[in-house]
Structure formats: C-alpha cells, structure tokens
C-alpha cells in the first residue's frame, strides 16, 4: 500500500520558517522525482519545488531564495525547508513521488503565515 504522510504545517508569523516533512513508504522513493505542490483557497494547484533522481532543483520563482527542498532516500522522506515565509504563501502544500508516469500524492498539510 502505497502512502506519503506529511507533517510540520502550522500558522507562523511573517518572516518565520517552517520544516515540512513527507514520508513515503510502498513506492521505490530512490528513483522517484518528488515534488512539493501548494493549494490556496480559489487558485489552481502550483508546482512550489521539485528534486529529479539525480538531485536536480527547480523552484517556483516566487519561492527562490526562500524554500529549499531536499531529501534523504535512506529515510524515504522529503522536506521542505520554508523561510522568510510570506503571506501569500498561505496554503494546503502536498507532498508529491512520481516514477515512469505514475504519481502519488500525500494528504496535504495546511501553513498559515499570518501575524
């Protein structure tokens, strides 16, 4: 069974940090690209960070800078470090592992940056 469980969301004030953490387990999470996704009340999904199997980046532009994400596949779990946290970066962010076409998602956990 397949599942990715995130966890480290809460509400923090602007200019703060958060760790979002995502754990998988059931997939073959060293040679999956894992993603992070982020969901704010009336916008469409946005793609925030990704790390290919080879450990490649990319990242939003409106998080550059800001969010670094990495991941540890002896552990099977991905992270998002979150700083100088804005706003509108206010959203549900989902954890995301994908590997010849198939993707799975986790349950989403909220942040809130707000003062």
């Known amino acids: 069974q397949v599942q990715l469980v995130e966890s480290g969301g809460g509400l923090v004030q602007p200019g703060g940090s958060l760790r979002l953490s995502c754990t998988a387990s059931g997939i073959m999470f060293s040679l999956s690209a894992i993603n992070w996704y982020r969901q704010a009340p009336g916008k469409q999904r946005e793609l925030v960070a990704r790390?290919?199997?080879?450990?490649?980046?990319n990242y939003a532009d409106s998080v550059k800078g800001r969010f670094t994400i990495s991941r540890d596949n002896t552990k099977n779990t991905m992270y998002l470090q979150m700083n100088s946290l804005k706003p509108e970066d206010t959203a549900v962010y989902l954890c995301?592992?994908?590997?010849?076409?198939?993707?799975?998602w986790g349950q989403g956990t909220q942040v809130t940056v707000s003062s």
């Open positions: 995301n592992a994908e590997r010849l076409g198939v993707s799975h």
């Open positions: 790390v290919s199997r080879s450990g490649s980046t």
